[in-house]
């Protein structure tokens, strides 16, 4: 009953092993030194790659996936918005307000200043709310 499908992970995984052994067997080695190091879109690589990045940082980067995500269900509300009617129209208009007043708080909260701008709470820049 399930032979077609056990049959085609096991040639899937035999060709996927032979692929490996042909490359391993003819592909060329190379020894050189610059073999191992870093090569980045054509340009060699200076200093360390760790680098520290402050919690703004970090923060601004989590809002912009969060309302990267809104921006994705404001498209699909759109594309529906002949199918949904009025009562869709009124829900879609809510979620925007909800989504501005959210991006103001935001934005008053300073966490979308990576500097720091001075004292007082709308700028203070350190990435809290």
Not at 40 to 46: R, Y
Not at 98 to 119: H, N, T
């Amino acid at each position: 009953m399930f032979w077609p499908l056990a049959a085609y992970v096991g040639i899937v995984v035999l060709l996927a092993a032979a692929l490996l052994a042909v490359s391993a067997l003819l592909g060329e080695r190379h020894r050189e030194r610059a073999t191992g190091l870093p090569y980045e879109s054509g340009v060699a690589s200076t200093g360390s790659a760790r680098l520290r990045f402050g919690v703004s940082f970090y923060l601004l980067a989590a809002l912009f996936v969060i309302f990267d995500l809104e921006a994705a269900f404001l498209f699909a509300w759109a594309v529906a918005l002949r199918d949904i009617g009025w009562t869709g129209y009124i829900d879609g208009l809510v979620f925007v307000v909800a989504l501005a007043a959210a991006l103001a708080y935001v934005w008053r909260g300073g966490a979308l200043a990576l500097a720091p701008q001075g004292r007082g709470r709308a700028g203070r820049g350190d990435g809290r709310l």
